[in-house]
């Protein structure tokens, strides 16, 4: 299993971006995904996590912000950042795991496997 982010980068306040994580060696409807995020400092927090007939979670400071969705035929999900604000700066990374439910893969961090990150910033 490989996961691998990109889209990362330098925005201002207000603005958007679009991450992407090509995956390979699973597929999305036997897996929990999720999008996480680091901040210098701080713990590793879950942002937004989906499971096929298992539910979408947002964490309640990107609802309405962020959306979490995927392509099957590309193998890649995707994490849509919108209004973002500084407290967003942050290393992003997607997981997936083949046990977990969103809940315990967003609240409690229980990823199989994970990408190497992408780095985040807003500017104010």
């Known amino acids: 299993v490989q996961l691998v982010e990109s889209g990362g980068g330098l925005v201002q306040a207000g603005g958007s971006l679009r991450l992407s994580c090509a995956t390979s060696?699973?597929?999305?409807?036997?897996?929990?995904i999720g999008w996480f995020r680091q901040a210098p400092g701080k713990e590793r927090e879950g942002v937004s996590c989906r499971r096929v007939y298992g539910g979408i979670y947002y964490a309640d400071s990107v609802k309405g912000r962020f959306t979490i969705s995927t392509d099957n035929a590309k193998n890649t999900m995707y994490l849509q950042m919108n209004s973002l604000e500084p407290e967003y700066t942050a290393v992003y990374f997607c997981?997936?795991?083949?046990?977990?439910?969103?809940?315990?893969?967003?609240?409690?961090?229980?990823?199989?496997?994970w990408g190497q990150g992408t780095q985040v910033t807003v500017s104010s």
């Open positions: 997981a997936a795991s083949y046990v977990a439910n969103i809940q315990t893969l967003c609240r409690l961090i229980r990823a199989d496997y």
């Open positions: 060696g699973f597929t999305f409807d036997d897996y929990a």
